[in-house]
T-cell receptor, first 113, second 113 residues
Framework: GENVEQHPSTLSVQEGDSAVIKCTYSDSASNYFPWYKQELGKRPQLIIDIRSNVGEKKDQRIAVTLNKTAKHFSLHITETQPEDSAVYFCAASRGGANSKLTFGKGITLSVRP | EAGVAQSPRYKIIEKRQSVAFWCNPISGHATLYWYQQILGQGPKLLIQFQNNGVVDDSQLPKDRFSAERLKGVDSTLKIQPAKLEDSAVYLC???????????FGPGTRLTVT
């Protein structure tokens, strides 16, 4: 089955700096890659996703890049703010009828004011 | 639109007792998921329904866990008997179809003592 790994497990940045969070996956048939943000005690919320027919997607301060050959994708957050502090989960899915999402273990991002 | 509803929000039971969780998905969403999120880990899929049929329950411990989605709307997840290692947050999610964005409910935090 699919295996999704996230590196590093924790990340601390200064407010205003950029943060990059990386994920690797094992199933070459995966074609849908969402990123979820989970604040303490709250539900996971989708912040951006990418499908395998594109290499990059951007939404204001966040972007996701995908390298299908290397089987990794990354979340980029620019101009970080304290409210960006949360746990970020990446996930992968084959899509279609078998749309099971396999999540990574999460990365705790801390933005220092 | 109203989000995914779950109840109860918190539950404390003793081991070997039984417990049930309820989920009401977003109106019109055909696909419903139950996830288990252990502290410090990403959500793990337990079962996926498409309308009232099971699509994937490969990671559901069927000797103690059961789930149903009668009439293809609300769903219940039951644990009987509970074990200490079942302590986790149980998240319900729904999506309008396969390979679509999943919307999570607030979760039920289960503590087994």
């Amino acid at each position: 089955g699919e295996n999704v790994e996230q590196h590093p497990s924790t990340l601390s940045v200064q407010e205003g700096d950029s943060a990059v969070i990386k994920c690797t996956y094992s199933d070459s048939a995966s074609n849908y890659f969402p990123w979820y943000k989970q604040e303490l005690g709250k539900r996971p919320q989708l912040i951006i996703d990418i499908r395998s027919n594109v290499g990059e997607k951007k939404d204001q301060r966040i972007a996701v890049t995908l390298n299908k050959t290397a089987k990794h994708f990354s979340l980029h957050i620019t101009e970080t703010q304290p409210e960006d502090s949360a746990v970020y989960f990446c996930a992968a899915s084959r899509g279609g009828a078998n749309s099971k999402l396999t999540f990574g273990k999460g990365i705790t991002l801390s933005v220092r004011p | 639109e109203a989000g995914v509803a779950q109840s109860p929000r918190y539950k404390i039971i003793e081991k070997r007792q039984s417990v049930a969780f309820w989920c009401n998905p977003i109106s019109g969403h055909a696909t419903l998921y139950w996830y288990q999120q252990i502290l410090g880990q990403g959500p793990k899929l337990l079962i996926q329904f498409q309308n009232n049929g099971v699509v994937d329950d490969s990671q559901l411990p069927k000797d103690r866990f059961s789930a149903e989605r009668l009439k293809g709307v609300d769903s219940t997840l039951k644990i009987q008997p509970a074990k200490l290692e079942d302590s986790a947050v149980y998240l319900c999610a729904s999506s309008p179809g396969v390979a679509a964005e999943q919307y999570f409910g607030p979760g039920t935090r289960l503590t087994v003592t």
